[in-house]
């Protein structure tokens, strides 16, 4: 358990918030403010200013024209816009060069950040949701909590990395068990320390608990939780403790948001979400390459190979490698060939050559490949054929035909304790 | 069981299938067709107390946008797919509800890898064979879709 004392005390040595952002703030609260005021508040941190200005001309925020100065900006992009490259700019500032604990280097913590910014404000806008001004901003600084939490996950990284695999928890819970308090926790704290709007302290402490969200700031909470987990569906910056997800039903609820809505924000903000980032120049280059696990789809029929292989891109399951073969005897030279390699078996029972229960048995008594857990999907109910699969050390049955929510439920909790180990 | 209440598992299967897995809505008890059309046609055995083949036949006009449902993929992209794949898959999925409807809990059987073949003259027309079980359907975007029973072993 880490002491809340010890906490606090790296709180308050992060960079502080710079005051031209708090005046900002407290610029753009007004309902007449002038362009004039806004610039004089911007233009007093010339550090902020050219951080602006740079982002301003990023691809990242699209425009079709070079920006020279902070009035040409604000009269471009409208004040809502300028107040997110604000806020960018200083938080990229504070992001420290690596995250150990999450396995997450600093270009992709400021990446998914990101994202998730732009896709809280497009759901926002899609939703007609009131100000949605500080959606950006609250999806920018949802996980400000990692910034502090993420040396202690390090340091505690065997024990999490127990728990992880003993029980299906997911990440946060484990953090609140191991180390007795979890990012959203201390990104509360942060969040106070920089005086930041409640709204976007709220979400940055409650993302993964929307549920308890109090009513005043329930929306702004559900948008960044909706956005965080369809970032990571995404692929966008997925670290260690993101990967068993999904997003509330609660909050779909609260939101009336379909499937159809989110898919269609999503494909709408792809391009931007895409375009070049992070903003600084600490070069990802440096920071170790985060591992691609493989996973092995066994299965006679193309089709149903591709289907798998579809799905698990629509479960967030797509930065990994996924190979394919076509009967037990093939999908067994392949794991021979790299046996270290390979962290998932998707297999079908009836196959050419080699079922899926001999492919089972062989791996079994393979002492470099018993460890790959293997799930099967196929349309064979009999009972003592899964009970033998099951003895032999399937983790999982899926039964034909599948939809990709139900893969994922499966696949994902796997895939974690996976990479914990690798 | 009788005849009708095994022909009722069969249509019902056959229906539940078709919706879950290429989200198509039924016509049940649709009539034989009297003329021969082109089917692809997936044939998978099995074998325990009961031992025959489980024949699905669909109408090869249909295949192509049933493999885009199943797939949940664009027509140029299914059209690069082996599409009688598909027809295997849907039978093979239908056979494993099928026994497990039929014979619920029953251990000793096993099914087959799907056989698929194009005829113009399939199983299903068997339909006056005592030992055959036949089902006639037709899903919302008009494919004719007939599956069977057929008990003990077929050549």
């Keep these: ?422 | 069981m009788n005849s009708e209440q095994l022909e009722q598992i069969l249509t019902d299967t056959v229906a539940s299938v078709l919706e879950e897995a290429i989200y198509a809505l039924v016509d049940r008890n649709q009539p034989a067709c009297e003329d021969e059309i082109p089917v692809v046609e997936s044939l998978i055995a099995f074998s325990g107390i009961y031992t025959g083949t489980i024949a699905l036949e669909v109408e090869t006009s249909g295949i192509l946008p049933l493999v885009n449902d199943f797939l949940g993929c664009d027509p140029e992209q299914a059209l690069g797919l082996p599409q009688s794949d598909a027809i295997g898959e849907l039978a093979n999925i239908i056979a494993g509800r099928l026994l497990e409807t039929w014979l619920p809990g029953e251990p000793n059987y096993d099914i087959g890898i799907p056989k698929v073949i194009s005829t113009t003259h399939g199983q299903t027309r068997l339909a006056n064979e005592p030992r055959v079980c036949v089902t006639r359907l037709r899903t919302d975007s008009g494919t004719r879709v007939a599956a069977a029973i057929l008990l003990g072993v077929w050549t």
Aim: glycine share 6%.
């Design chain 1, 1 to 422: 358990m880490i002491d809340k004392e010890v906490l606090v005390g790296m709180i308050r040595q992060l960079p502080t918030i710079p005051q031209a952002l708090v005046e900002l703030q407290q610029a753009l609260a007004q309902p007449n403010v002038s362009i004039e005021q806004v610039e004089k508040v911007i233009r007093s941190d010339p550090a902020l200013t050219g951080n602006i200005l740079r982002l301003a001309n990023s691809a990242a925020f699209g425009l079709s024209r070079k920006v020279s100065d902070i009035s040409q900006a604000l009269t471009l992009m409208g004040f809502r816009v300028v107040n997110n490259l604000a806020y960018t700019a200083a938080f990229s500032k504070a992001i420290p060069e690596e995250f150990p604990g999450y396995r997450l280097t600093a270009a992709h913590f400021l990446r998914h950040s990101f994202a998730v910014g732009v896709l809280a404000e497009a759901l926002a806008s899609a939703l007609n949701a009131a100000s949605s001004r500080s959606h950006f901003t609250a999806g920018l600084l949802h996980d400000i909590g990692k910034l502090v939490l993420g040396t202690f996950v390090a340091t505690h990284d065997t024990q999490l990395a127990r728990r992880l695999e003993s029980e299906h928890l997911t990440f946060v819970q484990v953090e609140r068990e191991v180390l007795g308090v979890d990012h959203g926790q201390v990104a509360a704290w942060v969040g106070e320390h920089w005086q930041l709007p409640l709204d976007i302290i709220a979400a940055a402490e409650l993302h993964h608990d929307p549920d308890t969200a109090p009513v005043e700031f329930q929306q702004v909470v559900d948008i960044v939780h909706v956005a965080d987990t369809a970032v990571h569906c995404l692929g966008f910056g997925a670290d260690l403790g993101e990967l068993a997800r999904s997003i509330h039903k609660g909050s779909l609820e609260r939101l009336d948001l379909g499937a159809e809505t989110i898919e269609k924000v999503v494909s709408s903000s792809l391009e931007r979400l895409t375009q070049a980032l992070p903003t600084d120049n600490r070069e990802s280059a440096k920071m170790p390459k985060r591992q691609l696990l493989r996973i092995l789809v066994v299965d006679d029929s193309s089709i149903i190979r591709q289907m798998v292989c579809k799905s698990l891109g629509l479960s967030g399951i797509a930065p990994h490698e996924i190979l394919e073969a076509s009967d037990g005897k093939q999908a067994l030279a392949l794991l021979r060939e790299r046996p270290r390699e390979f962290a998932l078996v998707l297999a079908d029972i009836h196959m050419p050559n080699m079922s899926g229960t001999e492919l089972v048995g062989e791996m079994a008594r393979d002492e470099n490949l018993k460890r790959i857990p293997v799930i099967i999907i196929s349309s064979d109910a009999n009972v003592v054929n899964q009970q033998r699969l099951r003895a032999l050390g399937v983790r999982a049955l899926i039964k034909k035909p599948f939809r990709p929510e139900q893969l994922r439920a499966v696949v994902q909790p796997i895939l974690g304790e996976e990479v914990v180990r690798s």
